[in-house]
């Protein structure tokens, strides 16, 4: 890792990403863009059992949408549901049990999901932060299998389904993290070197800007974002990350502050304003890249992420 880039960025986030810095931004928003009766569209959620997942899946249903969520652990699954079921009642939420750094699963999910279902909304948040070197059943490292594959394969199979409704989008949560790295196509599952499961977790984040980016220029009908949802305290933060947890657990966002953005990229007429492709942070477009950072990636690496990745997903698609 960069030493400038990792101390610019914790600077950087000690301005913007914490609550301070959304109660900041907060006051240049409008109340209006999130006042929408949602009532007959479909929004899949994935990771949506916890954290910034179900705070995004809570705020749909309030507002009367449907809800896809797309969980690996069945109970806690269950017990998120009837948890949103009951503030929003809103019976429309569905649960499907897929583990997204199964690429086998994902496929024959999205394909089953896309033969009986409309959706007007993907919104990619699922992830992991593993801190040692863990392949899956497939063979695969697990930060890599789930962050990256998983939401280019899932993303990928269900685009054919979105460009069946109307002004379908896709947003992806990726991280602030993804600034302190520079695409890295050479080892993209961390086989060289120490491992560091921070550093896997920020290079994959930066891999999702990057897709993000190209599916905007491929598939012009759909509307696509990525987003930063700031430092927010969530279960995800508190095991894969204890000691920043507890250095900055007074400054970190809640759950909904952090969804803030992700909501509002998924349900306002103001975000299909923006062009799509577009990072965005407290509903507002942002820089990828750092100042002095050096982290462009070329196009010739951005080519070779595509197709190591269309490789890996043809190879376990049914």
């Known amino acids: 890792m960069s030493i400038y880039r990792n101390a610019v960025w914790f600077v950087k986030g000690l301005q913007e990403y914490t609550k301070n810095g959304y109660e900041a931004a907060a006051k240049h928003f409008a109340p209006a ?15 949506a059992n916890s954290g910034i997942g179900k705070a995004t899946a809570q705020e ?39 583990d997204m750094s199964s690429a086998k699963q994902v496929w024959e999910f ?5 033969q009986s279902n409309i959706l007007h909304v993907l919104i990619n948040n699922a992830g992991c932060m593993v801190n040692q070197r863990e392949p ?3 063979g695969l490292e697990k930060n890599f299998a789930t962050n990256t594959l998983g939401t280019y394969i899932l993303t990928t199979a269900l685009i054919p389904a ?14 602030g993290g993804m600034l302190t790295q520079k695409l890295n196509v050479d080892d993209l599952q961390f086989e060289k070197g ?16 990057i897709l993000t980016e190209r599916w905007a220029t491929q598939h012009k009908e759909i509307h696509f974002s990525s987003m930063h949802p700031g430092w927010a305290d969530t279960p995800a933060v508190q095991t894969s990350m204890p000691s ?5 657990q007074s400054k970190l966002r809640t759950e909904a502050m952090g969804a803030d953005t992700v909501v509002w990229l998924a349900v306002s007429a103001a975000a299909t304003k923006q062009p799509s492709g577009l990072f965005f942070q407290d509903r507002k477009a942002v820089a990828t890249h750092l100042p002095l950072a050096f982290s462009r990636p070329t196009l010739q690496e951005e080519e070779k992420l595509l197709a190591a990745l269309e490789e890996f997903a043809l190879k376990f698609k049914p």
Do not use: W
Not at 110 to 114: E, I, L, N, P
């Open 33 to 47: 863009d999130l006042d929408v009766n949602l009532n007959g569209r479909s929004f899949m959620v994935t990771g």
């Open 60 to 98: 749909i249903a309030n507002r009367g949408g449907t809800v896809h969520m797309v969980c690996r652990n069945k109970g806690r699954a269950d017990a998120a549901k009837d948890e949103i079921v009951e503030k929003s009642k809103n019976q429309n939420i569905h649960v499907h049990i897929v």
């Open 110 to 114: 999205a394909q089953t999901f896309s």
């Open 136 to 138: 899956t059943e497939e």
């Open 162 to 175: 979105l460009k069946k409704a109307e002004d379908p989008r896709v947003v992806t949560v990726s991280s």
């Open 194 to 209: 120490a491992f560091d499961g921070t550093m896997a977790y920020a290079q994959n984040k930066r891999q999702q800007v």
């Open 244 to 248: 920043f947890h507890a250095k900055m």
